[in-house]
């Protein structure tokens, strides 16, 4: 099988990398990738976005599977135009799309499938969102309808914070034209989660749910960002809770764009806050979260080119994997200053200490705990044969071992061995998770 990734960060690195350990694939091939990528798959020199020339370079070269990462070339309709080529392809159509490429879509559709959401409303005029808010309770939430690489939510504990990122968004562009409409909505309290489920049509299957740290700061301070770091699975929330997400959320969601005429495939990622046994829908994404998928592909035990590969052309019943019941966490390295600005071009050193052949201490420790490290690689550049920084979020350093405690610990002791100048992340991934299970004993089952 010859697989396409279309994207070129650590999400993809992990798909790529978790594609490169399948005995199905002899041709792994990733547009535009990068250094880290390019280890484990043959680099394209296609932007993610050119269409045309992506679905030319899969027909000359009878691309078997196509996997598409990042929100942006779904929202431009990468998905219809394979699909009318005859191309496979898992990732949804551009009218499907609409459920992360805009918030009053997918709050819209939330109220139509009666799935659990915020109280919000839909603006266009700048003036009529302020007369809003200033009627409202506080907190609230505001965002760009539109794509805003993750960065479009601003929480607003008062009335002065609210109106601001109204004026941001609408009238200073600071997301350009996502922000031309925005939605405000109730803000919720509770445990963020991402819930992930392969579908297609009305069909779905359950990938769990991964808990993503938005917050560039510890104790969730400051901007929100792509995400600085997950893990998986999540402690407090087994299988029970995993069929109510599927019954509450998953499967009318489906229903109602089947409803619609725009049937769902690809990979839904329903962003949840869950509040006791309360659990609300924040938002949908239509493709891996990243950086939740680094951990989930630590986790993913099977073939993952046949099993996309039967969610995209409707096989549901052929599919076949298990999640490892070992724990993976991931801790993003970002430029400093990100998500603001940023310098690019900074020298990286360490990365052979986890990702050589040479053995060390480290790794033979690493070995004897049945540790596994990887490094994926997101914002990187060869510059003159020297890696360097080439985004504000560099790299996802990620662990799986038997315990929670021991993975975060890897990723942490190996995100110390990597050193660029102004490095930045956060120190307390999974905290939470770990303070309160040896608070309340949470278990699995």
């Given amino acids: 099988m010859k697989v396409l990734v279309v994207g070129k960060g650590a999400r993809e690195h992990a798909l790529c990398w978790r594609f490169s350990q399948s005995q199905k694939v002899w041709g792994l091939f990733c547009a535009s990738g990068n250094p880290g990528i390019s280890r484990t798959a043959t680099q394209v020199d296609i932007a993610p976005t050119d269409i045309d020339s992506l679905a030319r370079f899969a027909e000359t070269e009878k691309i078997d599977l196509t996997v598409v990462?990042?929100?942006?070339?779904?929202?431009?309709?990468?998905?219809?135009?394979?699909?009318?080529?005859?191309?496979?392809?898992?990732?949804?159509?551009?009218?499907?799309?609409?459920?992360?490429?805009?918030?009053?879509?997918?709050?819209?559709?939330?109220?139509?499938?009666g799935v659990p959401t915020a109280q919000w409303e839909t603006f266009d005029d700048a003036d009529a969102a302020r007369h809003y808010v200033k009627e409202r309770r506080h907190p609230l939430v505001v965002k760009a309808d539109g794509l805003a690489l993750?960065?479009?939510?601003?929480?607003?504990?008062?009335?002065?914070?609210?109106?601001?990122?109204?004026?941001?968004?609408?009238?200073?562009?600071?997301?350009?034209?996502?922000?031309?409409?925005?939605?405000?909505?109730?803000?919720?309290?509770?445990?963020?989660?991402?819930?992930?489920?392969?579908?297609n049509g009305?069909?779905?299957?359950?990938?769990?749910?991964?808990?993503?740290?938005?917050?560039?700061?510890?104790?969730?301070?400051?901007?929100?960002?792509?995400?600085?770091?997950?893990y998986c699975p999540v402690p407090a929330y087994n299988t029970q809770f995993d069929e109510r997400v599927m019954s509450q959320v998953v499967r009318p969601t489906l229903a109602a764009m089947v409803a619609r005429g725009t049937p769902f495939k690809g990979v839904l990622f329903a962003g949840l806050m869950v509040d006791g046994e309360r659990i609300a829908v924040l938002e949908y994404n239509t493709r891996f979260g990243d950086p939740?998928?680094?951990?989930?592909?630590?986790?993913?035990?099977?073939?993952?080119?046949?099993?996309?590969?039967?969610?995209?052309?409707?096989?549901?019943?052929?599919?076949?994997?298990?999640?490892?019941?070992?724990?993976?966490?991931?801790?993003?390295?970002?430029?400093?200053?990100?998500?603001?600005?940023?310098?690019?071009?900074?020298?990286?050193?360490?990365?052979?200490?986890?990702?050589?052949?040479?053995?060390?201490?480290?790794?033979?420790?690493?070995?004897?705990?049945?540790?596994?490290?990887?490094?994926?690689?997101?914002?990187?550049?060869?510059?003159?044969?020297?890696?360097?920084?080439?985004?504000?979020?560099?790299?996802?350093?990620?662990?799986?071992?038997?315990?929670?405690?021991?993975?975060?610990?890897?990723?942490?002791?190996?995100?110390?061995?990597?050193?660029?100048?102004?490095?930045?992340?956060?120190h307390d991934i999974a905290r939470r998770a770990l303070d309160s299970a040896t608070q309340r004993g949470w278990h699995r089952n």
Avoid at 150 to 162: E, F, I, L, P, R
């Fill in 69 to 113: 990462g990042s929100e942006n070339p779904l929202a431009l309709g990468i998905a219809d135009e394979f699909e009318r080529r005859g191309l496979p392809i898992f990732g949804p159509t551009k009218a499907a799309t609409q459920l992360e490429a805009s918030k009053s879509f997918a709050k819209t559709l939330m109220r139509e499938a």
């Fill in 150 to 199: 993750g960065k479009g939510v601003t929480m607003c504990d008062s009335a002065d914070s609210a109106l601001a990122a109204i004026t941001d968004a609408m009238e200073k562009k600071c997301f350009g034209e996502a922000g031309a409409r925005v939605v405000v909505e109730e803000r919720l309290t509770g445990e963020e989660l991402s819930f992930f489920a392969l579908c």
């Fill in 292 to 426: 939740e998928c680094e951990p989930l592909m630590m986790r993913f035990e099977g073939d993952l080119a046949e099993t996309l590969l039967a969610v995209a052309q409707g096989r549901m019943h052929e599919v076949s994997f298990k999640l490892s019941p070992r724990s993976a966490a991931t801790v993003v390295l970002a430029s400093g200053g990100y998500p603001g600005d940023y310098q690019k071009g900074l020298p990286i050193t360490g990365l052979e200490q986890i990702d050589g052949a040479e053995p060390s201490e480290v790794k033979v420790r690493w070995a004897m705990d049945k540790v596994r490290v990887k490094a994926f690689h997101a914002g990187t550049a060869l510059r003159d044969g020297q890696l360097v920084t080439d985004g504000g979020r560099v790299l996802a350093v990620t662990a799986m071992a038997e315990k929670l405690e021991r993975a975060v610990a890897a990723a942490y002791e190996a995100a110390d061995m990597i050193h660029f100048e102004c490095k930045q992340m956060r």
């Fill in 202 to 230: 009305g069909d779905a299957i359950s990938l769990g749910a991964v808990q993503d740290h938005k917050a560039a700061y510890d104790g969730d301070r400051g901007p929100n960002t792509g995400g600085m770091g997950a």
